[in-house]
């Protein structure tokens, strides 16, 4: 008998909330600003906003969901905390993705119940 698959299983689960994360413009463009930023010279809270033209508590607030899926660091250097992409848990979202919108030939359509 084939495993059966729900809307409950861990991946589809862990997709959605990655995707909820990243449902957000601001959250998309926090991270696509991040990117593109050398680890070596990250980012802080005020440089962020400026770039973005967003408030610092808004970036702040965006960080703080960014950083609870683990997609982004905070590191302090001095009196500010600077962020950078995790490279780990930005390839584990591209895995994730990926192999949520991989078409495969396993058998896993209906095509004996339709």
């Known amino acids: 008998m084939a495993e059966s698959n729900t809307v409950t299983d861990g ?10 994360v990243l449902g957000d413009p601001t959250r998309l463009a926090l991270l696509r600003l991040l990117s593109r ?4 010279k990250p980012l802080c809270v005020g440089a962020l906003a400026r770039r973005l ?11 703080r969901v960014l ?3 683990g997609l982004v660091r905070g590191e302090r250097r001095g009196p500010s905390v600077h ?3 995790d490279p780990e848990a930005v390839a584990s979202a591209r895995k994730t993705v990926g192999e949520l919108l991989t078409l495969t030939a396993d ?5 004996d119940e339709c």
């Open 37 to 40: 930023q050398d680890e070596t």
């Open 11 to 20: 991946p589809i689960e862990e997709a959605a909330r990655l995707f909820a």
């Open 67 to 69: 950083k609870a899926v």
């Open 83 to 85: 962020y950078f992409l």
């Open 53 to 63: 033209d967003v408030s610092q508590p808004a970036v702040s607030q965006h960080l």
């Open 107 to 111: 058998g896993e359509v209906c095509r």
